[in-house]
C-alpha cells in the first residue's frame, strides 16, 4: 500500500532527536531530573525545538510531517486544526495509551484510565469523573480541601523567603491530604514509593518492573480507602458504585501522581506574579484570577510537555497523508502554546485570556488536554493552586534568584522552578492580617 505522506528527511529527524527527543526525555517526562532541567532552561531546549519544528513548516507546510525514529512512525502535529482533530477524536480513530505512555505509566500505575484501551475504558473514565465531581468548578469536599491547604500555607508564610524544597514538601502534605486525607499528611513513605517508580517510568519499557516496590504502594494506598471514615478524595472514590474492573486504587495512582505537576504550575505563577508586580498596580487576588495565572503558567510551561496519542485505525488527513493504525501522534506543547502566528501574547504572561474565553476557545492550547480524555482533575488542581497563591499573596513577594519573569521582554520558553526564589520584604505587617496565625 502506498502512502502519501510528508515524511522527514534524516537530517531533519537527526534535528527533532538533538532538539525535542532528547531534551525532553532529559528532563525526565514522568518525574522531574533537576539538574537535566537546569541545564535545559540554561539553553532554552523548548525555543530549539520549536525553531526546528518551524522548519518542517516551513518545508512541508502546515500538515503533519512522519518522523521514523528506531522503527517507530510518528506524525509529528503542526497545525491547530490537526491538533484538535486528534485530541477531539481521542477513542475514535486516537487512543491517548499511546505504547510509550503505558510504557512509563505502567511502572506505577497498571490500569489507570489514561493507559486503558479497550472497553474497560468507558467504566474507568466514568469513575474518574463521578469521584473528581469533573467538571463541576468545585469538588463536593473543596471545603476540606481549602481547610488544609490554608493550614500547609502557614509555615511558608513565616519565613521570609522561599524555595522551592519548601514550597514543595508544603505542597506534597496538601497533596496527600486531598487525596488520600488527612491521615496521610506526613505518609512520606508514600511519596517515596511514588516518586521510586516514576523514577523508573522516567526510562520506560528499559527499566524492569519492581513489583515489590508497587505492592507496597497499593498496599498503602488501600489502607487509606479502607479507614473507617475515609478522608480526601479516597471518601469520594469509596462512594462512587465501581465495576469489578474499574480498580480504584489504581485510578488513585493516577491522580496521586499527576498532582505532583501542581506545584510546579503554582510556583511558576508565584514567581510571574512577582516578576509584575508593580507598585502602581493592586495586584487582583480573587480567586477568578489567580485560577487563570495557573492556567496561564500551565499555557507558558506546560508540565505535560507533550500529549501523545497512537491511531488506532488506519487514518486519513483531508489532503494529507494517510497512516496506518498504530502510528503515534505527537502534540509538542510549546509549540502550540507558545504559536506566536497565532497567538498576540505567545510570550507574555496574561491571564485575562483564561477569563475572556480566548484560550478556552482555542483548543491547541491544551494543558489539561482536550475532548474525550481531557484531565478530569484540573478543577480540582486549579482551586487547590488558586487558594494556595491567594494565602501566599497576603505578603507581597520579589524574585531573588536572576529569573527573566517579568515583562518587557518575551519570556523563555523554558523554565528551571527548582532554583527559583522569592523574598518577602512587608512579612511582619502581613502577618499581623487575620487568618495569618500560627
Ligand atoms: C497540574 C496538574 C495536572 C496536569 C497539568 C494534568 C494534565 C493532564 C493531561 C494533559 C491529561 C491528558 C493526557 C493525555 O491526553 O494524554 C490528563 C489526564 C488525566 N488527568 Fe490530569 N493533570 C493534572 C493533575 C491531575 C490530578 C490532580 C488528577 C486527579 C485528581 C488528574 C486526573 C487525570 C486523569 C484521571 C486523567 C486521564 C483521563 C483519561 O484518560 O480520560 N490530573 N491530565
Given at each position: 500500500m502506498v502512502y502519501e505522506v510528508n515524511r522527514a528527511r534524516r537530517t531533519e529527524v537527526l534535528r527533532l532527536i538533538a532538539l525535542g527527543l532528547l531534551p525532553t526525555l532529559a528532563q525526565g517526562?514522568?518525574?522531574?531530573?533537576p539538574h537535566a532541567v537546569r541545564v535545559a532552561a540554561a539553553l532554552d531546549s523548548n525555543a530549539w525545538a520549536c525553531r526546528a519544528l518551524d522548519g518542517l513548516r516551513e518545508r512541508y507546510g502546515s500538515g503533519p510531517v512522519l518522523v521514523s525514529v528506531a522503527g517507530r512512525q510518528a506524525l509529528v502535529l503542526l497545525s491547530a486544526e490537526d491538533a484538535h482533530r486528534v485530541l477531539g477524536e481521542t477513542g475514535a480513530s486516537?487512543?491517548?495509551?499511546?505504547k510509550e505512555k503505558t510504557a512509563a505509566l505502567s511502572?506505577?500505575?497498571?490500569?489507570a484510565v489514561l493507559i486503558t484501551r479497550g472497553a474497560s475504558r468507558k467504566p474507568r473514565r466514568l469513575f474518574n469523573e463521578t469521584a473528581l465531581d469533573?467538571?463541576?468548578?468545585?469538588?463536593?469536599?473543596h471545603e476540606a480541601f481549602r481547610a488544609a491547604v490554608r493550614e500547609e500555607a502557614r509555615p511558608l508564610l513565616r519565613h521570609g523567603t522561599l524555595d522551592w524544597k519548601r514550597f514543595h514538601a508544603a505542597y506534597q502534605r496538601i497533596v496527600r491530604r486531598i487525596v488520600f486525607?488527612?491521615?496521610?499528611?506526613?505518609?512520606?513513605r508514600i511519596t517515596e514509593l511514588r516518586d521510586a517508580l516514576r523514577g523508573d517510568g522516567n526510562w520506560f519499557m528499559l527499566h524492569r518492573k519492581r513489583h515489590r516496590l508497587r505492592t507496597e504502594l497499593f498496599v498503602r494506598s488501600q489502607k487509606y480507602l479502607d479507614l473507617p471514615e475515609p478522608g480526601g478524595l479516597a471518601r469520594a472514590a469509596r462512594a462512587t458504585p465501581a465495576a469489578a474492573d474499574v480498580k480504584p486504587v489504581a485510578q488513585m495512582q493516577h491522580w496521586f501522581f499527576a498532582f505532583d505537576a501542581a506545584p510546579i504550575g503554582a510556583y511558576l505563577a508565584l514567581g510571574l506574579l512577582a516578576g509584575h508586580r508593580t507598585e502602581a498596580a493592586g495586584a487582583r487576588t480573587d480567586h477568578a484570577y489567580l485560577r487563570a495565572c495557573v492556567l496561564e503558567s500551565q499555557r507558558l510551561w506546560?508540565?505535560?510537555?507533550a500529549i501523545l496519542r497512537d491511531t488506532t485505525v488506519e487514518t486519513r488527513w483531508p489532503g494529507g497523508p494517510t497512516v496506518p493504525a498504530g502510528t503515534a501522534v505527537i502534540f509538542y506543547s510549546s509549540y502550540f502554546h507558545r504559536d506566536a502566528r497565532r497567538l498576540p501574547y505567545a510570550d507574555r504572561f496574561e491571564p485575562e485570556v483564561w477569563l475572556d474565553g480566548r484560550a478556552e476557545a482555542d483548543?491547541?492550547?491544551?494543558?489539561?488536554?482536550?475532548?474525550?480524555?481531557?484531565?478530569?482533575?484540573k478543577n480540582i488542581v486549579l482551586f487547590t493552586s488558586a487558594t494556595l497563591l491567594a494565602e501566599l499573596l497576603r505578603l507581597q513577594w520579589r524574585l531573588?534568584?536572576?529569573?527573566?519573569?517579568?515583562?518587557g521582554r518575551p519570556l523563555p520558553r523554558t523554565v528551571d522552578h527548582t532554583s527559583l526564589r522569592l523574598t518577602t520584604a512587608d512579612r511582619p505587617a502581613a502577618a499581623d492580617r487575620p487568618g495569618v496565625t500560627d
Open positions: 517526562p514522568v518525574i522531574r531530573r486516537f487512543t491517548a495509551a499511546s511502572h506505577f500505575e497498571p490500569d469533573h467538571p463541576a468548578p468545585e469538588h463536593r469536599f486525607g488527612d491521615a496521610a499528611r506526613d505518609d512520606e506546560p508540565t505535560s510537555l483548543w491547541a492550547i491544551a494543558p489539561f488536554s482536550r475532548g474525550p480524555a481531557e484531565c478530569p482533575g531573588s534568584s536572576p529569573h527573566r519573569l517579568g515583562p
